[in-house]
């Protein structure tokens, strides 16, 4: 692959060669230096009207933004599941934390209610409690 990129105008020129003139591809591809693979892609891109190209394009552009967002916002469902199964697990080890602090005083017991949604928040408490 030589990496040579090649305007619209240049590719609509070189099909219009083949299916207007009546040209071989491997011919035109020849002349023009291009492989004959890329002479038929751009066959098969450039035959069709404008309009229709337009469309096609305009559909496979909303496509891959679609895919991109379905991959990301799977990844962020799949996320929350693993963050859900872990605060569900760790939920059982606050019970019992707190549970050991109730026989504390009615601040204790309300700061602790208040922190049990929170890991960070009992594991604060319970650093502050040492």
């Not at 009546?22 to 009207?49: D, I, N, T």
């Not at 991109?68 to 962020?76: F, I, M, N, S, Y």
């Not at 080890?93 to 049990?116: D, I, P, V």
């Amino acid at each position: 692959m030589s990496g040579n990129r090649y305007t619209e105008e240049f590719k609509i020129e070189a099909v219009k060669q083949v299916t207007e003139r009546g040209h071989a591809v491997a011919e035109v591809a020849a002349r023009l230096g291009v492989s004959v693979h890329s002479m038929y892609q751009w066959v098969k891109r450039y035959s069709v009207p404008a309009e229709e190209r337009l469309a096609t394009d305009a559909q496979a552009a909303e496509m891959k933004r679609l895919k991109a967002e379905l991959k990301r916002v799977t990844e962020e469902r799949d996320i929350l599941k693993k963050a859900a199964a872990y605060f569900a697990k760790m939920s059982g080890y606050e019970t019992r934390c707190t549970n050991a602090y109730l026989g504390q005083s009615s601040a204790w017991k309300w700061l602790l209610w208040f922190a049990a949604g929170s890991i960070g928040g009992l594991v604060a408490i319970q650093t502050l409690r040492r």
